[in-house]
């Protein structure tokens, strides 16, 4: 949230261990969201509706300018329960310590019909006809829902007589957000606006799969319904805000800047032996400020722009060609932590090549594995060699490939984590997603941010997001190298490259009492 010319993170954390279990909510407080300090926790189990652990939830700034959590505890039951949480001195700027009345907690019990083992993570809350609304993730059997809850006060809560969305053979509904956003233009909205020119997004994390959907439809806010548009699909062939490793998402809106800000979990699926060598698993993404597409189909997504303070050295390629089978390094800059901002073009489509149709019913990760980097294509595989060593021996592609599919044409983005290391025992999967976009100007850009162990690539201005988590052994720090490379018989031009050694920013440091 941001209160009062500060951003604070709220985020589940094991202060006992790089493993999952001891959930309490971290804190953390930065004046522009890049550099951070670190506060004690928030909130810790400490009562009896929160023993077992004090898990994900929302903060609504109430229009006393009260922020007030809900957030999910496990009683001794081992029901799932929402919970109420304030902050107890509102004359500290950094909001350090935070109480649960008793009066007011539990705030939402599961109750009849509903499955206590599978209730959590209440959003943000929404004021319409005089009531708070708010929406809780859970499951029926193998339907999805997001039940739906509303007060008069914030203190007792209702739940309504249908969800506000469900769907068959989704599973559980994990970390759900529901928000407007305005149909033209950039800027963000307040959850509490449902009127104007405005469609509504939500998400769900499906447990399923670890990945996350997003639908773009309509709110009906008399019925208390939201209705995905034609086209939006709920569930595995449904929209993602990122096809790699992402997962938890929450976004807030920034009234500082009147925008939007999506920020997620860069999840792991190491082994738990691998995490406690390392001795941490799991690290937050870089904010994005997230708007509709002029399609009003998609979100669109990109860095918020707090990032580029820490640009530092720039270099720059103009009107480079890339013919077959070459790769040409970026010198210059520090490759193991660097932002690379890149339009590449072609001079024509015809050497695209066919989409099999056995890749119909499969996802864009799964045509990533089949057609890596280094299956030469027509036009494509090309992009970038990110956290490449000297001699290719570890390297982490991010690339295109253009397919022609009947009428029409299929542009997929791919990380490919398979060759990035040569540790063992490492989850290195290939991601990727296809990239709505038109091909007429034939040209289409790609900007990464590389830092160290992670590289979140977004395609044709935000419109196909991937990040990876990447561990080389060989192309660490100034053994790093980074190139731009071409694997199709189709020449690529660069036409525009511009890379930035990327600072490094304050992170986790405590601030003093």
């Known amino acids: 949230m941001y209160y009062n010319g500060l951003y604070h993170l709220f985020y589940q954390y094991n202060p006992e261990g790089a493993v999952w279990g001891n959930i309490v909510w ?161 800027n963000g909205l307040d959850t509490s606006i449902v009127n104007g020119d405005l469609k509504h997004v939500l998400k769900v994390s499906l447990d399923l799969t670890r990945y996350e959907y997003y639908t773009v439809g309509t709110y009906d806010k008399k019925k208390n319904r939201y209705t995905p548009d034609r086209g939006s699909v709920d569930g595995w062939a449904g929209l993602r805000y990122d096809y790699g490793n992402f997962y938890a998402s929450k976004t807030f809106f920034d009234p500082s800047k009147n925008r939007r800000i999506l920020w997620g979990w860069a999840n792991e699926s190491d082994p738990m032996e691998q995490d406690m060598k390392k001795g941490w698993a799991g690290i937050q993404a870089i904010p994005r400020k997230v708007w509709l597409d002029v399609s009003k189909k998609q979100l669109l997504q990109w860095p918020i722009e707090e990032l580029e303070s820490l640009r530092g050295k720039n270099v720059q390629l103009i009107n480079q060609e890339i013919k077959k089978g070459e790769h040409i390094e970026v010198k210059g800059i520090t490759a193991a932590q660097a932002d690379v901002d890149v339009t590449f073009s072609f001079q024509s489509l015809d050497k695209a090549e066919p989409f099999d149709p056995k890749w119909k019913n499969l996802d864009a990760l799964d045509v990533c594995a089949v057609k890596g980097s280094k299956a030469q294509g027509g036009l494509g595989p090309f ?32 990380s490919d984590a398979r060759s990035s290391s040569l540790g063992d025992m490492l989850y290195k999967p290939p991601f990727g997603g296809f990239v ?21 690539s977004f395609g044709a201005g935000g419109k196909t997001i991937v990040t990876s988590r990447i561990y080389p052994t060989i192309a660490i ?37």
């Open 383 to 414: 992009g970038l060699l990110t956290l490449a060593s000297e001699k290719l021996e570890e390297f982490t592609p991010i690339f295109f490939r253009v397919f022609k599919d009947s009428d029409k044409y299929k542009i997929l983005l791919c």
């Open 26 to 186: 971290a804190h953390s407080v930065s004046k522009d969201l890049i550099n951070w300090e670190a506060l004690e926790p928030a909130i810790y189990p400490s009562e009896w509706f929160d023993m077992h652990g004090c898990w994900s939830g929302s903060v609504t700034i109430l229009p006393n300018k009260t922020p007030v959590i809900l957030y999910t505890g496990i009683d001794p039951k081992k029901r799932q329960i929402q919970n109420y949480a304030v902050p107890k001195n509102l004359s500290d700027p950094y909001l350090r310590e935070w109480i649960k009345p008793k009066e007011y907690n539990p705030a939402i019990n599961p109750g009849p019909n509903v499955n206590a083992s599978a209730f959590r993570d209440p959003t943000t809350a929404w004021f319409v006809n005089g009531q708070w609304y708010l929406i809780v993730g859970s499951r029926r059997k193998h339907r999805g829902v997001a039940y739906l809850y509303k007060s008069k006060d914030f203190k007792t809560w209702v739940k309504t007589p249908h969800p506000l969305h469900s769907k068959a053979k989704t599973g559980m509904w994990e970390c759900p957000d529901f928000y407007p956003v305005a149909l033209s233009g950039g």
């Open 436 to 456: 709505n976009v038109d091909l007429a100007d034939a040209k289409i850009s790609l900007r990464s941010l590389i830092d160290h162990s992670v590289v979140e």
């Open 477 to 513: 720090f100034e053994k790093a190298h980074l190139y731009v490379f071409n694997n199709g018989s189709e020449t690529i031009t660069v036409e525009t490259l511009n890379a930035w050694s990327m600072k490094k920013p304050v992170m986790n440091r405590p601030i003093k009492q």
